[in-house]
T-cell receptor, first 112, second 114 residues
């Protein structure tokens, strides 16, 4: 079965650079969530989209923005990167309200 | 606001022994509850979910969990541990209504000793 696809799997950036993470949800899933998992930490919710509109917002820094496109894929744009942004970034999708979220394998972002 | 507390950041069991991972939740509205497993360098895989139907939920890989409203608990169990069960386990809660995000516990690392 198709799963959530995230790209790239690994990304290395330097401070103050920008990064774009991509998420391709499971086909016919219209809801996308982004989570950040720091080293040894639990995942923290950043932002979500439903039918291409932002549906909820968590602890996402102002330096980050995201959107969901007409084909339902989503991108997380990160600017002015800081050392503390080093983390595993997960995307999850669900087919409709109240359905479990299915996670991708994540993008590991390392800031040097 | 919702929250999840996982008791024990690290649990170690012998192969073949009972696995018990504890999770207590706090929610002002009826919750949905989930257990996810994370293997090293991998994403989160759904083990099982409670969505207000049966209180005893069976999941994949022989795991099950029981929702106890009176104790606000959703502990994860498996009768006999296997070496392949060694991983990080996260309990999570969300609201019943709408596409609400998951709130995770801090996770419990399960080690299985041969």
């Amino acid at each position: 079965a198709a799963g959530v696809i995230q790209s790239p799997r690994h990304l290395i950036k330097e401070k103050r650079e920008t990064a774009t993470l991509k998420c391709y949800p499971i086909p016919r899933h219209d809801t996308v969530y982004w989570y950040q998992q720091g080293p040894g930490q639990d995942p923290q919710f950043l932002i979500s989209f439903y039918e291409k509109m932002q549906s909820d917002k968590g602890s996402i820094p102002d330096r980050f923005s995201a959107q969901q496109f007409s084909d339902y894929h989503s991108e997380l744009n990160m600017s002015s990167l800081e050392l503390g942004d080093s983390a595993l970034y997960f995307c999850a999708s669900s087919p409709q309200p109240n359905q479990p979220q299915h996670f991708g394998d994540g993008t590991r972002l390392s800031i040097l | 606001a919702q929250s999840v507390t996982q008791l024990g950041s690290h649990v170690s069991v012998s192969e073949g022994a009972l696995v018990l991972l504890r999770c207590n939740y706090s929610s002002s509205v009826p919750p949905y509850l989930f257990w996810y497993v994370q293997y090293p360098n991998q994403g989160l895989q759904l083990l099982l979910k409670y969505t207000s139907a049966a209180t005893l939920v069976k999941g994949i890989n022989g795991f099950e969990a029981e929702f106890k409203k009176s104790e606000t608990s959703f502990h994860l169990t498996k009768p006999s541990a296997h070496m392949s069960d060694a991983a990080e386990y996260f309990c999570a809660v969300s609201e019943i209504s709408g596409n609400t995000p998951l709130v995770f516990g801090k996770g419990t690392r399960l080690s299985v000793i041969a």
